[in-house]
């Protein structure tokens, strides 16, 4: 059977649709989406609710899909809809983000409990606000166009209780640790590598400490580096694949139990992930759709500084500096998970430090997940990193001795490694325990 042939067909050449045969499909496809924007603009921002605003996000990307589909980004009358719909769309995620973070720093551990309870909680419910003050304008203009296009804004409203029922107040029992798979050795294994993926995240930031930032130029340049969409949705993504380690690994077994910094960690991690989702959601919208979310500012400057501000230091600041805060918990449960170790090997003669070794010891790093550190004369540099090692080695021509720091299992398997030539001499003389090395 040929699926693509026999089930795919080719899109067929599209008509042209005038603007008034489109206004009622727009309106029937739009009404779901405006009465959610009326049930939240008939309250004040402190009473949004995460379900309103993930409705109002959900429905505002089904009207941006459907205008889309209909070409309203090459007419002059839907394009501007087009583009407030989209604001409203993404000024809906970053809110409701920043709003679960809220409604959830009660529940969460960690290490500074004072600073999130106080600064983190603040600053994060002051950002909500601003940013609702962003709706409120963006739905004012949309309302502006759409009357001005001769269509009917509803007078209905979708309020809270009719999303569905609302969080329960009790939770089952937490039993399954108690069928838990792998050993005791293979959770803290887990452990350890969480931790040190949590520091290789904060050492994305070349090791700077957490700051704020003011003024419009700093907060451009500071933008630019560390909080475009690009940047932010990387980091955001590797939080949340580990996040989602920690919970499919570790959540619920007895070393989360007997550990009360793990569930520290958990905390930081999943604060920092709703900061950077945010962070993510406003940085789409200041490079994608800088006109109308700036278009009813009298002080174009002084409304771009604020957003940036909101971004910079609410969003993504804050978001490293959960992790900063987390970093000696990390390096603790490092230490306790880990036994860490150093040694020192030689190059064996006729083998020189090049790409090709260089690789195979980057290898076993990243296979056990933990850190290493290596050193060669007086550099010191990240062994899982391929160019500063080589950086190092560069550096460094005439020097034969590699200092190795970090766990020992890492280290067994390095001197295995120096025992085989670095496999400058083939694959054959490679102990069983490097068998992960050989090519497929």
């Known amino acids: 059977m040929l699926l693509l042939e026999s089930n795919w067909t080719a899109r067929k050449h599209r008509l042209s649709l005038s603007e008034a045969d489109f206004k009622p499909l727009l309106a029937s496809q739009a009404h779901d989406f405006l009465l959610v924007a009326n049930g939240l603009l008939e309250l004040s921002p402190e009473q949004w609710t995460q379900r309103q605003l993930v409705h109002l996000f959900q429905s505002a990307t089904d009207l941006e899909t459907y205008l889309d589909d209909f070409g309203a980004t090459d007419n002059r009358n839907f394009f501007d809809i087009r583009e407030l719909v989209a604001v409203t769309r993404w000024l809906a995620i970053a809110i409701s983000s920043l709003v679960h973070l809220y409604s959830r720093l009660p529940n969460y551990h960690f290490p500074d409990q ?8 603040t600053q994060s419910r002051n950002a909500a606000l601003g940013l609702a003050q962003r709706i409120g304008q963006s739905l004012g203009s949309l309302r502006e166009s759409w009357l001005g296009l001769g269509m009917v804004w509803p007078d209905g409203a979708t309020r809270e209780e009719s999303l569905g029922a609302t969080a329960p107040d009790y939770r089952l029992p937490r039993t399954r640790s108690e069928q838990r798979e792998g050993t005791q050795e293979d959770h803290a294994s887990d452990a350890a590598q969480v931790a040190a993926r949590t520091l290789r995240l904060i050492r994305l930031y070349d090791g700077a400490e957490p700051f704020c930032v003011k003024g419009l130029e700093k907060l451009q340049k500071v933008f630019q580096r560390y909080c475009t969409e690009e940047n932010s949705r990387r980091i955001e993504s590797k939080i949340h694949n580990l996040q989602t380690f920690y919970d499919n690994q570790i959540s619920g077994t007895a070393e989360e139990e007997e550990h009360s910094t793990l569930p520290m960690l958990r905390g930081s991690i999943s604060a920092a992930l709703h900061l950077y989702e945010a962070g993510t959601a406003l940085a789409h919208l200041i490079e994608r759709h800088p006109g109308p979310l700036f ?20 969003c993504v600041l804050n978001g490293y500096t ?3 805060k987390a970093e000696e918990t990390a390096e603790g449960i490092l230490g306790s998970f880990t036994d860490q170790s150093a040694i020192t090997l030689s190059l064996p003669n006729g083998v020189h430090l090049h790409a090709r070794p260089i690789s195979l010891i980057v290898s076993i790093v990243n296979h056990h997940q933990t850190p290493v550190e290596v050193g060669m004369g007086e550099d010191r540099s990240n062994a899982s990193s391929i160019m500063q090692m080589l950086v190092m080695a560069g550096g460094n021509p005439n020097c034969r001795d590699l200092q190795f720091f970090g ?12 025992g085989a030539k670095l496999g400058e001499s083939g694959f054959d003389l490679f102990p069983p325990e490097l068998d992960y090395l050989r090519p497929n």
């Open 407 to 418: 766990d020992q299992r890492v280290l067994d398997d390095l001197s295995a490694l120096f």
């Open 114 to 121: 004072q600073w999130a309870e106080g600064d983190l909680k």
């Open 322 to 324: 959960c992790l900063k």
């Open 295 to 314: 278009s009813n500012c009298s002080a174009r400057e002084k409304s771009e500084e604020e957003f940036l501000d909101t971004i910079v230091n609410r």
